[in-house]
Nanobody
């Protein structure tokens, strides 16, 4: 069993930055691909970014490319999402998730989820 805890959410102004972190306990993350998803009020949960277990491969939703960077530190059992040039449409609850086998772009692909952290971007 893997427990994931997100942190780093909060309020930011448009154009600002936030860094989300996801810490794991219960099992090492080094064999899991890790993803970030987000869910805005009234909308479905959507894929934001994913990083392979080694950290060598990453993938982003088009709206995040060039603004967000996903990274991981397997020694510390953490995954981060650096978000720059934030926009009001980035406002959502952000979730990290772990997947046993390879990259995934759909919620159903993932085996473990954190409880989420709120990100609010004001215009």
């Amino acid at each position: 069993q893997v427990q994931l805890i997100e942190s780093g959410g909060g309020l930011a102004q448009a154009g600002g930055s936030l860094r989300l972190s996801c810490a794991a306990s219960g099992r090492t993350l080094s064999s899991y691909a890790m993803g970030w998803f987000r869910q805005a009020p009234g909308k479905e949960r959507e894929f934001v970014a994913v990083i392979s277990s080694s950290g060598r491969a990453t993938s982003y939703v088009d709206s995040a490319k060039g603004r967000f960077t996903i990274s991981r530190d397997n020694a510390k059992n953490t995954v981060s999402l650096q978000m720059n040039s934030l926009k009001p449409e980035d406002t959502a609850v952000y979730y990290c998730a772990a997947r046993r086998n390879g990259l995934g772009w759909k919620s159903i692909d993932y085996d473990y989820w954190g409880q989420g952290t709120q990100v609010t971007v004001s215009s």
